[in-house]
């Protein structure tokens, strides 16, 4: 089972554009991460965010994590043709290390 | 630095054969995961191996699938006999371990059970 569900389930958008997709999980995390795959390719890290931070930055990238909703965000600012691709929350579970990955949010940014 | 390698890619077989897959992790990550994919869905946590320990097998249907890591390095995952409902993407992912860590995905392996 998966305790992750990524909002929306597909998103199209114009390049510039900035894109926001979120997670929501059911139970206690340690953290939550964010992951991109594209296309035939494994996943790549974006960014980790935990438990005690509520927004954090990676270059184009902003995360928030609200605790008390058991939710999160991710926005990509200017998006381009390139940040096409599926895009995965993943949770710890509390207390364990064991990540389980939500649904996805599949992407896609016209050039 | 090299990244995870799985191999093969991509694997057709015939239900009831066995398969397996083979991962090398990135040097020095002592926690290795493998992932099932369905297509459209995030992967699924199969099983966890802390060096050599497998330490969370839970979600592994045992009566089929098996997975060894031999020398806390490389690791293999089998399953005997393959069902059609076993095509997907086999994930192997790992990381430096002790605590919340990023984790480094291999390409995966394609696996067709016609």
């Known amino acids: 089972s998966q305790q992750g569900e990524e909002d929306p389930q597909a998103l199209s958008i114009q390049e510039g554009e900035n894109a926001t997709m979120n997670c929501s999980y059911k139970?206690?995390?340690?953290?939550l991460q964010w992951y991109r795959q594209n296309s035939g390719r494994g996943l790549v890290h974006l960014i980790l965010i935990r438990s005690n931070e509520r927004e954090k930055h990676s270059g184009r990238l902003r995360v928030t994590l609200d605790t008390s909703k058991k939710s999160s965000s991710l926005l990509i600012t200017a998006s381009r043709a390139a940040d096409t691709a599926s895009y995965f929350c993943?949770?710890?579970?509390?207390?364990?290390?064991?990540?389980?990955f939500g649904t996805g949010t599949r992407l896609k940014v016209l050039a | 630095e090299a990244g995870v390698v799985q191999s093969p890619r991509y694997k057709i077989i015939e239900k009831k054969q066995p398969v397996a897959f083979w991962c090398n992790p990135i040097s020095g990550h002592n926690t290795l995961y493998w992932y099932l994919q369905n297509l459209g869905q995030g992967p699924e946590l199969l099983i966890r191996?802390?060096?050599?320990?497998?330490?969370?097998d839970s979600q592994l249907p045992k009566d089929r699938f098996s997975a060894e890591r031999l020398k806390g390095v490389d690791s293999t995952l089998k399953i005997q006999p393959a069902e059609l409902g076993d095509s997907a993407v086999y994930l192997c992912a790992s990381s430096s371990g002790g605590g919340p860590d990023t984790q480094y995905f291999g390409p995966g392996t394609r696996l067709t059970v016609l």
């Open positions: 191996y802390e060096n050599e320990e497998a330490v969370d």
């Open positions: 139970t206690s995390i340690n953290n």
């Open positions: 993943a949770t710890a579970v509390g207390g364990t290390y064991k990540y389980i």
